[in-house]
């Protein structure tokens, strides 16, 4: 139980990785405050996770708005009176040509992936110094290699694997641990919930979920890769496998990415 009476913040933690997350460390003696944008959601995720016994806060909401990652922040040390680790899960994925990209979706999947991440983080750390504790980000392998289709969602990625790279190095003699987490291909609602061209839901999973990590597994690596106060965690062969050779043979992988993904259900490559 080394996170008893800890205070975990996971963001956008009414399903997938986010909910496992707020389950596997509360079911570890954490102290759990779970956001969301969804009233309904929020509600079932809460309800789950006090029915396994977990001291949790549920606070509503949104990733894009500052005002609303400053009220986590607040809300959570004038209940728990301390952060010890945060988790920024809440993301949202896109799947359309750029060409055909509406620049507004654009805007939201950096808000919500980016902004959110740095909202969340800028109020947090404050607290996090204190308890010298962990900041994480839940990234993505298009963190480190791009797909084609999916242009917001990589520079986001992007976007938050260098600000982590840069917060790391100014905090890494306060004590402060942390750590990027590149989830390969995990059985999780992103997909469905993916925005199209104009900003519609995508409502179906263009790949084969059954092949994927799950959720829970997921979870039970990160809270490991937490203990042990890593930097950085790759996940799955596939994953590891793409950052490896995008750093080696990156020529060669912009065509082996091409044809993977245009093999999806539905691909927008021609």
Known sequence: MKFKDKVVIVTGATSG?????AVI???????????????????L????????????????ADATSEADNKLIAEKTLSVFGRIDILINNAGISMRALFQE?????FRKVMDTNFWGTVYATKFCLPAILESKGSIIGI???NGYRGTPARTAYTASKYAMNGFFESLRTEVMNQGVHVMVVAPGFTASNIR???LTAHGEIQGESPRDEAKMMTAEQVAEE??????????????????????FLNK???GYMDGLVYREMAKEKDSPLK
Not at 101 to 105: F, G, I, R, S
């Open 17 to 21: 990785i986010g909910e496992a997350c």
């Open 25 to 43: 460390f509360g079911k570890q003696g954490a102290k759990v405050v779970i956001t969301g944008r969804n009233k309904e959601k929020l509600d």
């Open 45 to 60: 995720s809460s309800n789950r996770l006090k029915s396994l016994g977990i001291e949790v806060l549920a606070i509503l």
């Open 101 to 105: 990209l509406d620049l507004e979706v």
């Open 139 to 141: 990234s993505s392998i």
């Open 192 to 194: 469905n919930s993916a």
């Open 222 to 243: 990160i809270l490991n890769a937490t203990l042990k106060r890593k930097r950085d965690m790759v996940l799955t062969t596939q994953g590891k496998l793409a950052v």
């Open 248 to 250: 080696w043979i990156p």
